[in-house]
Nanobody, 125 residues
Framework: QVQLAESGGGLVQAGDSLRLSCAAS????????MGWFRQAPGKEREFVAA????????FYADSVKGRFTISRDTAVNTLYLQMNNLKPEDTAVYYC??????????????????WGQGTQVTVSS
């Protein structure tokens, strides 16, 4: 089992920055890929970014490319999402997720077995 806990959400204005954190515990050695997803009211959960836990490979949704940066610190088992130049359309609950399948590197939410409880990000115009 892997436990995930997000933090760092809040209310900001358009153009501001936020950094989300996701603390992982439990069988962290089994994590292969970690990702960030978000879900706005009335919309489906969508992929934001992913990173290989033991490497540096990353990929992003087109909507956040150039504005968001995913990173991780394996020494403290923490995943980050630096969000710059936030826009009102970034408003959502943000979730971190872990995929323990070896070789998996996906934007599909169904591939991720473990999820945090989410943290709210609200961007006002």
């Amino acid at each position: 089992q892997v436990q995930l806990a997000e933090s760092g959400g809040g209310l900001v204005q358009a153009g501001d920055s936020l950094r989300l954190s996701c603390a992982a515990s439990g069988r962290t050695f089994s994590m292969y890929t970690m990702g960030w997803f978000r879900q706005a009211p009335g919309k489906e959960r969508e992929f934001v970014a992913a990173i290989r836990w033991s490497g540096s490979s990353t990929f992003y949704a087109d909507s956040v490319k150039g504005r968001f940066t995913i990173s991780r610190d394996t020494a403290v088992n923490t995943l980050y999402l630096q969000m710059n130049n936030l826009k009102p359309e970034d408003t959502a609950v943000y979730y971190c997720a872990a995929d323990t399948t070896y070789g998996s590197y996906s934007a599909r939410a169904n591939n991720y077995e473990y999820w945090g409880q989410g943290t709210q990000v609200t961007v006002s115009s």
